[in-house]
């Protein structure tokens, strides 16, 4: 069974702070996508990662994905009180269906 | 920019009641999914359908689970009976194409609530 672990689940932090969220599996991936959901909300892609070793850049998220294609991470430098909500790692599994992550709550205080 | 509509945004039913849960996905794609998500729980796939066939379904989606695209835009799902375990919020999604790296687009989810 594919499966996809993140962590930490939940992360208080102080506007400003670094921060990083990890997604490991014991399988690979042919590619790992990164979601974030807000209350009441659906899933909204914010990026996919493809190639292993592949480093995206968005403003202040910087997405890792591992040389192995097992595991991802979500960097965010200096973060704001926007960047509040659920981040989620999904990655396609063998059969085509997406697998989530139990997702990291993020809480960034002003 | 295109989105997913779903509707209702929450519903309540009583156990053993049916419900039909709607969606309509974004006009040129091809590929629709359900998905639920239980209070603190993971998001989870309930079946995607391609072609007006379900082309996969997990073991949460037993005869109690249908889907439907009756008229080319809305993408329906129907739990003939419901159970208390059957509330959670249920995501419709839709994406273009179905390979690696595809984009879905979720819409903002139906809230069911099961007495």
């Known amino acids: 069974t594919q499966l996809l672990e993140q962590s930490p689940q939940f992360l208080s932090i102080q506007e400003g702070e670094n921060l990083t969220v990890y997604c490991n599996s014991s399988?690979?991936?042919?590619?790992l996508q990164w979601y974030r959901q807000e209350p009441g909300e659906g899933p909204v892609l914010l990026v996919t990662?493809?190639?292993?070793?592949e480093v995206k850049k968005l403003k202040r998220l910087t997405f890792q994905f591992g040389d192995a294609r097992k595991d991802s991470s979500l960097h965010i430098t200096a973060a704001q009180p926007g960047d509040t909500g659920l981040y989620l790692c999904?990655?396609?599994?063998?059969?085509?269906?997406?697998?989530f992550g139990q997702g990291t709550t993020l809480q960034v205080k002003p | 920019e295109p989105e997913v509509t779903q509707t209702p945004s929450h519903q309540v039913t009583q156990m053993g009641q049916e419900v039909i849960l709607r969606c309509v996905p974004i006009?040129?794609?091809?590929?629709f999914y359900w998905y639920r998500q239980i209070l603190g729980q993971k998001v989870e796939f309930l079946v995607s359908?391609?072609?007006?066939?379900?082309?996969?379904k997990s073991e949460i989606f037993d005869d109690q689970f249908s889907v439907e695209r009756p008229d080319g835009s809305n993408f329906t799902l129907k739990i003939r009976s419901t159970k208390l375990e059957d509330s959670a919020m249920y995501f419709c999604?839709?994406?273009?194409?179905?390979?690696?790296?595809?984009?879905?687009?979720f819409g903002s989810g139906t809230q069911l609530s099961v007495l």
């Open positions: 399988s690979v991936f042919s590619s």
């Open positions: 990662v493809v190639t292993g070793g």
């Open positions: 359908f391609y072609n007006n066939e379900i082309s996969e």
């Open positions: 999604a839709s994406s273009e194409a179905r390979g690696q790296g595809r984009k879905l687009f």
């Open positions: 999904a990655g396609p599994g063998n059969t085509g269906k997406l697998i």
């Open positions: 006009s040129n794609h091809l590929y």
